[in-house]
Every structure is written in C-alpha cells, then in structure tokens.
C-alpha cells in the first residue's frame, strides 16, 4: 500500500510528542505484524482510557497526518500488538471502485446461495441451535441477486469530524460496550483508509484485502459522512453524520452493509435487509460491522 511519510518514529526520543507540536498522555508504539517487527511504527496508542475530550484535544496530529482512533485493548485477543497486522498483504485504497467491490460481493453472496440446497454435515445442528435461516429472498428483499447499485448520498446533519467525536466521546465512557478502549493515532491519508494502514485483520475470513473494504468507507465519507472511530480484533465501528431519514434511503445503504458485511445481517439480531435497515441504519450516528 502506498504510505505517506510516518511521523510516529519521532515519538520514540520524544514520547510526549512535544517536538511534533502534541501533548500525548503514556503510551506505546506498535510495530508488530503477523510476520515479525514492521520497519517503523504502525501505531501509536495511550497506555490510559482516554479522558473527557482527548479525542478532539489530538487535532493537531491530523496535520501531521496522524489520524485517532479507538482501539479496543480488552477483547480476547488483547491489543493490537497480538492482532496479526499484515500492512504488506494491502493494496492502495484509491486503485478500487466501491460500487465494483461491493456489486463483487452482492452477486458473489448471491450466486453462492442460489447455488443448491446448502447442505452441509452440521446442517441439522446449527438448524436446531439456532432455527432454519430465512431464506435467501426474504433475506435481501426488496432487492434480488442483481446489485442494485450505490445507495443516493443523504445531507449533512452534523460536521462529520465533530460527529466522530462525539462518538469517540461516547464509547471511550466506561458504560460503553468497548472493554478497555484506548486513542491511537495511526499515519493515513484519509479516516478510511486507517484499516488498511493498518494491515487490519478483521475481516480476514471474508476479504483479506482490507484495502477494498477501505474504498467502501472513503464512498461512505463522501456520502454519509462516515469516519472510522474504533476498531477491535474483528469489529469496526464507524460514526455517520449523514444517515438515511427514510425507510427507503435506509435499505439501498442497508443494501450496501450486507455486500461489506453480510454477517451483521445473517449473523445478527435482524435477519432480514429490511428489519436491519429500520433497526441498525435509519436515522443511526454510528454503524458497527463484525466478521465471524
């Protein structure tokens, strides 16, 4: 992935940050990847739950190109020194096309279920854990196998930087449903694409090019307002400044949430696109995806 030049090997003689013109509270830098120590820092995180107002306190980082966001210390596989990083196995966010990527998956995701009867050896166990899923047109109703293309983009209802923090503000609370969330500052061009600085694993199982789930978000910041606020081991969480006010904005984006992550849907509370979109996208500040 092209790389923009790294300020976070600075930290390592100046912790404080104070020659990059930053006040930064304890903290560590991370380098390590799945395949061993990077040649510089990917990361830069505080040791501390943030405090009230750290997130919009470390605006100036963004001129240095050092952009926040949550990390998530306390899920199973700890920080994200444990988390497998692989900046080497990503591409450059802005060498894919969001409405190519995700028309990928729909028709992908489609051919995979129209393919058959699905059977498998612990078909009848999952069935009896879990019921019989619905099937696959009740699922992606009112659309069908065929994309249906980029969802319209919705006004602005709030600054989408400020929206961010708003929500940073929020899950960095102790009642927040992040276990030990921690501000990290990462080197990327853009809030979107700081999964792919990153080399972040999440997604693994469904893409392992993070880069082409990056060109998704960068849509969903011009269209949505979007921002990457946290991350843990296999989620992301994403704050929207402009989302859907109408049933049907909400389902073409609803749409687009199940070709970038059909888990939230099949695996999820809602099991259909359009209980999903009334419930997790109308009128929603914030949008979390997870990849089993």
């Not at 509270?25 to 395949?35: S, Y």
């Not at 926040?68 to 080497?88: N, R, S, Y």
């Not at 279920?113 to 059977?119: Q, R």
């Not at 069935?127 to 196998?145: K, N």
């Amino acid at each position: 992935m092209a790389t923009l030049p790294n300020p976070l090997p600075r930290l390592a003689a100046d912790p404080s940050g104070r020659t990059l013109g930053l006040e930064l509270p304890a903290g560590r830098l991370i380098d390590a990847t799945h395949e061993g120590a990077w040649h510089e820092p990917l990361l830069w995180h505080a040791e501390q739950r943030p405090a009230p107002g750290a997130w919009t306190a470390l605006a100036a980082a963004r001129t240095l190109g050092l952009l926040p966001v949550l990390l998530d210390i306390g899920d199973p596989q700890e920080g994200p020194g444990d988390w497998e990083l692989m900046p080497a196995e990503m591409s450059y966010p802005g060498d894919h096309d969001a409405d190519e990527v995700l028309a990928d998956f729909w028709e992908q995701y489609a051919a995979d279920e129209l393919d058959g009867d699905k059977d498998y050896a612990s078909r009848e166990v999952v069935e009896t854990l879990f019921g019989e899923p619905d099937p696959y047109d009740a699922t992606v109703a009112p659309y069908g196998p065929a994309w249906p293309g980029l969802a319209a983009a919705t006004p602005l209802e709030a600054d989408p930087d400020a929206r961010a923090a708003e929500m940073a503000e929020a899950l960095g609370d102790r009642g927040s449903w992040l276990k030990e969330p921690r501000l990290a500052l990462v080197p990327a061009r853009r809030s979107a694409d700081i999964p792919a600085a990153l080399g972040w694993p999440g997604p693994l199982n469904y893409e392992n090019d993070v880069a082409r789930l990056c060109a998704v978000l960068r849509s969903w910041e011009d269209r949505f307002g979007i921002r990457v606020v946290a991350l843990t081991s296999d989620q992301l969480v994403v704050s929207v400044a402009a989302p859907p006010t109408t049933p049907a904005e909400a389902e073409a984006v609803a749409a687009e949430h199940f070709a970038f992550c059909p888990d939230n849907i099949t695996q999820g509370h809602h099991t259909t696109l359009r209980t999903y979109a009334e419930a997790e996208v109308l009128n929603e500040p914030v949008w979390s995806f997870w990849w089993d």
